[in-house]
């Protein structure tokens, strides 16, 4: 198992687009990182980079120490000894399972003994021991994915590398495989480099996340922090659905710009200052009160086992609030309180105490 | 509609089929195919036809993976250039490369001067064989580029992750899987190479080098033999089991394909690196040589009053291009290859969609084998369409009658219309159908609202392409030839076998370039659509 670093890596394509901008990651031995992002935000382009697939265009990447990717430096995918797991699962068809499995072991010219004991034993892993005869037609596609985890850590890799491993699977399987690959992981103690768009399954499996928009880093943290104290807008909202509320911090707390909504310094967390800001308000920070004259109306009301999700228009302004026990009926009036807000300066005065700084 | 699109295709498929069959199995001259003559021809055949169906896969294999797979630097004019020859007719590119390697070219005269001998003369065997390759690999390179595209770009990095080097990858897992492109190119190229006519006539004949279709035509012509629609019947029944053949070997092959799934990202192109220079720089003069050098060809000799005339400005004269367009031969075979051409496209229009609609738009256990005879002739050497319809003809009345011409065209050129209405009908779900039954439509409304005019664009620019194709012709038009209805590819043949090579020359490059506009044409309407 190795360690990954990656120091100032931007990756420009031909045509001009920023795929990665500046990027700056350390992912240590042994460790889960998950990439999360919408689709665009460059996850798949970091991972290829850490491949070899793409070759940043500034910047280095280093496997265990080693640069593989820099200025004048380039390791072509086949010689960073890794392990990959595609969406497509990307099984050979015409080879058999086992043939598969020991084709990393073939091209690293490991004698016959040794590579059908190693074949046996990474099937055993996956849960597919015994079945190194089989065509890859005969199989769904979980087991293929497992003859595509197993062929991904039968040459013990420096570091494994899933891109969308599991997203092109049905609900119940995916379940069970996501939790087959964190005893596996975990009991190998592998280093994993893991990109989904699936924020659940990220904040799940990962030891630390990163979040990425536009080729840039959002945020990397531990599923907890990313939770809870969200460095950004953009982070509230795509990992946890917060609504955002432009308004300015003054000395009573925050006041929403042309809407009443009024949220006392007390309740507010996040980073202070006065000035124009961004209040960022989780589902579950949300208070909801059934009430006939009340000034909220209730637009959709989805049951969850967690907590039902409630979108309320509160006089024009758009919110998304978790309700437990309480489920209200579209249509309904409700009166909307908010628990707790995260404040952020707004673009602008974040820039000006950039400059300033 | 059923039964009358049925009997349709069976009348232009099946009978003829039957016809020669049933004539050659009185076996009475069985014997004859084992005489020297018929023999000579058949090995001729058979040699030539799977030496330039190897030939030919192995280059458009070399093209389509440096096409689709490489770096190489302009490939989309290359790929233009690299299957124009498909657009030639071959015994027009015959007849150009004659210009190019004849033994009175420039080259030859050239090396003669300074060797004592020529350089190398196309005519004969090798010739015959080098020629086919020419016009047969813009096939392999169009089926293989497909399944190239087809393979999905992460099995390859799949590999590459694993420790595989980008041409190792390349070796042990896209050229594997490309396997049953390469069988179906193979058998599809041998097959309709195996009674090509244009090119051995014209460049086998002069070092008489006989193959079953010159035997055949020369048959015809001349009574050289005892009934000669019986031996020509008879070769063409062995032709078609030789064809069946190879179609049932397909679908064996084709079956044992692989399934693979959609792509999920492009395909990483491998960098040539330091190679980009000799590799892109000898492709790019290999498919020019193969391309631009024979209308080059053409047209000098175009300008030139005889062979082997010097190219020089006191040389050069427009005369044979004014002959080529206002002799009467020409116009009248221009004139009649305009029209049987057109109603040929229209006739194969409208059946193609017919039986493409019926095919994938309703189920019944008759679709496929009417799909299947209707895709038929497509695998049948033309040599064999044109000897079942002499053997019919005197017994339906079309007997020395343009019509029997017209008839071939429709039988052979049927499967370019079924096949271009089978995508689109295909991909557009029963659900579209459904949806305009449930809107009120009956279900032959449903199906002329919503399939056929879905599957409309495709079926038109199918019928310009059995009209630029039928308008060129030779193979067919040369075997029923009747009184009167001379086409244009006989035309340029029978200048050609005259010994005017110029005056065909002209008329050559007239129809290629004219052709050559066409079929762009052609190819870029359906994107409008």
């Not at chain 1, 208070?287 to 989805?302: I, K, N, Q, Y």
Request: proline share 6%.
């Amino acid at each position: 198992m190795a360690s990954v670093h990656l120091d100032g890596v931007s990756l420009r394509y031909p045509s001009g687009t920023l795929g990665l901008a500046d990027i700056h990651l350390r992912v240590g031995d042994g460790e889960f990182v998950a990439l999360v992002g919408p689709s665009g935000s460059g996850k798949t382009t970091l991972l290829r980079s850490i491949a070899g697939f793409l070759a940043p265009t500034a910047g280095t990447v280093a496997i265990d120490g080693s640069t593989v990717a820099g200025p004048g430096v380039f390791t072509p995918p086949e010689e960073r000894r890794l392990g990959m797991v595609f969406q497509q699962h990307a099984v050979w068809p015409h080879w058999n399972v086992g043939r598969n499995v020991e084709y990393p072991l073939r091209l690293a010219r490991l004698p016959r003994a040794e590579r059908a004991a190693r074949v046996a034993e990474a099937l055993d892993m996956v849960g597919l021991g015994g079945w190194a005869k089989r065509d890859p037609a005969t199989l769904s596609g979980g087991q293929r994915q497992r003859v595509a985890l197993a062929r991904a850590l039968v040459a013990r890799p420096r570091v494994l590398l899933l891109d969308e491993a599991l997203s092109a699977l049905d609900e119940p399987l995916r379940d069970r495989l996501r939790l087959e690959l964190q005893t596996l992981t975990r009991t190998l103690g592998l280093t994993v480099v893991h990109v989904t768009h699936d924020r659940d399954e990220a904040l799940a499996l990962a030891d630390r996340v990163v979040v990425l928009d536009g080729g840039r880093v959002q945020q990397i943290g531990s599923p907890e922090q990313l939770v809870t104290e969200p460095a950004s807008p953009f982070v509230a909202r795509f990992l946890s659905d917060a609504t955002i509320v432009p308004g300015a911090c003054e000395a009573g707390g925050f006041r929403a710009s042309a809407h009443p909504l009024v949220v006392p310094t007390a309740a507010l967390a996040g980073q202070g200052g006065r000035g124009d800001a961004e209040l960022a308000v989780l589902p579950q920070d949300l208070e909801l009160r059934a009430d006939e004259h009340g000034d909220a109306v209730v637009t959709s009301s989805l049951f969850g086992r967690e907590g039902n999700d409630v979108i309320v228009d509160w006089q024009g302004l758009s919110l998304r609030a978790r309700t437990t026990g309480y489920r209200p009926r579209v249509d309904e009036r409700v009166t909307v309180s908010v628990r707790r807000g995260l404040v952020f300066p707004s673009e602008g005065v974040r820039s000006a105490r950039r400059v300033l700084a | 509609m059923r039964v009358a699109v049925g009997a349709a295709v069976a009348a232009l498929v099946l009978v003829p089929r039957g016809a020669i069959v049933m004539l050659a199995a009185g076996g009475r001259h069985l014997p004859t195919l084992l005489e020297g003559d018929v023999l000579e021809a058949g090995l001729n055949s058979l040699v030539s036809a799977v030496l330039s169906a190897i030939g030919a896969v192995g280059l458009g294999t070399l093209l389509a993976v440096l096409l689709e797979r490489t770096d190489l630097p302009f490939r989309r004019a290359l790929r233009l250039f690299a299957l124009s020859p498909m657009l030639v007719p071959p015994f027009v590119g015959a007849i150009a490369w004659i210009g190019i390697a004849g033994p009175t070219s420039a080259i030859n005269l050239w090396w003669r001067e300074l060797f004592g001998g020529p350089l190398w003369i196309v005519y004969g065997g090798d010739g015959v064989v080098f020629l086919l390759i020419v016009h047969s690999y813009p096939i392999a390179m169009l089926v293989v580029s497909a399944a190239l595209r087809r393979i999905p770009a992460d099995l390859e990095q799949a590999a590459r992750i694993s420790g595989a080097s980008a041409v190792r990858a390349l070796a042990t897992v896209t050229v594997p899987l490309l396997r049953p492109a390469l069988a179906s190119s193979f058998t599809l190229i041998a097959v309709s190479n195996l009674a090509d006519f244009g090119i051995p006539s014209i460049v086998g004949t002069p070092e008489r080098f006989t193959t079953l279709s010159t035997l055949v035509y020369r048959y015809i012509q001349s009574g050289t033999v005892d009934d000669p629609l019986g031996v020509v019947a008879t070769v063409g029944a062995v032709l078609l089991a030789v064809a069946l053949a190879a179609v049932v070997l397909d679908a064996v092959l084709s079956r044992r394909g692989h399934e693979l799934d959609a792509s999920a990202s492009p395909p990483q192109r491998l960098p040539l690196g330091r190679a980009l220079l000799p590799v892109g720089a000898a492709t790019w003069l290999l498919v020019l040589a193969l391309t631009l050098l024979p209308i080059l060809a053409l047209a000098s000799q175009s300008l030139l009053p005889a062979p082997g005339v010097p190219f020089t400005l006191e040389n050069i004269t427009l005369d044979n291009l004014v002959r080529a367009v206002t002799s009467k031969n020409a116009i009248d075979g221009a004139l009649n290859s305009l029209w049987l051409a057109g109603l040929a496209a229209v006739l194969c229009a409208g059946l193609g969609l017919a039986v493409g609609a019926l095919v994938t738009r309703t189920r019944s256990r008759s679709n496929r084998p009417l799909q299947a005879a209707a895709l038929l002739p497509q695998a049948i050497p033309g040599l064999v369409i044109a000897v079942a319809w002499l053997v019919i003809a005197p017994r339906i009345g079309l007997f020395n009658t343009p019509w029997l011409i017209l008839a071939a065209y429709v039988t052979s050129f049927l499967a370019l219309v079924v096949q271009a209405v089978h995508a689109p009908l295909s991909a557009t779900p029963m659900t579209a159908e459904e949806a305009a039954r449930v809107s009120g439509a009956s279900p032959l409304r449903a199906l002329i609202d919503i399939s056929w005019r879905m599957a409309l664009p495709a079926a038109l620019s199918g019928g310009v392409l059995v009209f630029l194709t039928s308008v060129r012709e030779l193979t067919l038009s040369v075997l029923l030839l009747s009184p009167g209805s001379q086409t244009l590819g006989v035309a340029i043949f029978n200048l050609q076998q005259a010994g005017a090579y110029n005056a065909a020359s002209a008329l050559s490059l007239i129809v290629t370039l004219v052709g050559l506009a066409g079929i762009g044409l052609a190819a870029r309407t359906p994107k409008q659509a």
